[in-house]
C-alpha cells in the first residue's frame, strides 16, 4: 500500500503541463496555456505617461483597454527591435488581463511535469523569482515562467490603473 508522499509524487509524475512556449532573444520560456487568451500580431500600442519603464503602453482590444509589458525591458534583457514575429500574449495575471510582447510564439507543449526542475543557482538573464522551473526537452532548455510574479502587488495595481 502506497503512503500519501508517494502517491502525491506519482500524480506529480503523471501530470501533463501544457504550456505556450514563446523565444525572447535566444531563450525560450513557458507560460501555463489556462493562462493565455489570446495571441496577436504587434499593434500600436499607445504609450501612458510616468508608467513603469517595463510599460509600453496600452492597446485597445474588443473595447477593452490593456495594459501592455515588454519581457525583455522586465527582464532587463538586451532590447531590440519588434518584428513581423513579433507577438502579444494576452494572459490573465491573477484576474488581470494584460499582454506581454515577445519576440516569437513557438508552439503549445505538452510536457510531464517531472521533466520540471527547480531553477538552477547558476546565472540566467531573467531573474529567477519569476522562474516557476526549468523544463529539458530534447535538445532545448524552456524555462517555465510563474505569471503570478512577474508583477508585484503594487505594480499589478498601477497597471490596474492605466
Do not use: C
Amino acid at each position: 500500500m502506497e503512503d500519501n508522499e508517494t502517491k502525491a509524487a506519482r500524480r506529480q509524475s503523471d501530470e501533463i503541463l501544457q504550456l505556450v512556449s514563446f523565444q525572447i532573444g535566444t531563450e525560450e520560456f513557458g507560460v501555463d496555456i489556462l493562462k493565455v487568451q489570446e495571441i496577436n500580431r504587434m499593434v500600436d500600442i499607445t504609450k501612458v505617461p510616468r508608467s513603469p519603464e517595463f510599460v509600453e503602453g496600452i492597446i485597445n482590444l474588443r473595447g477593452k483597454v490593456i495594459p501592455i509589458i515588454d519581457l525583455r525591458k522586465r527582464f532587463n534583457m538586451e532590447l531590440s527591435a519588434h518584428d513581423k514575429n513579433t507577438r502579444i500574449v494576452v494572459v490573465d495575471i491573477e484576474g488581470q488581463t494584460m499582454g506581454m510582447v515577445v519576440d516569437s510564439v513557438s508552439e503549445v507543449l505538452r510536457i510531464p511535469a517531472s521533466t520540471l526542475e527547480p531553477t538552477p543557482d547558476v546565472v540566467t538573464s531573467v531573474e529567477s523569482e519569476y522562474i516557476r522551473g526549468v523544463a529539458k526537452l530534447e535538445n532545448r532548455l524552456l524555462i517555465h515562467l510563474d505569471l503570478s510574479k512577474i508583477l508585484s502587488g503594487e505594480e499589478r495595481h498601477v497597471l490596474a490603473d492605466l
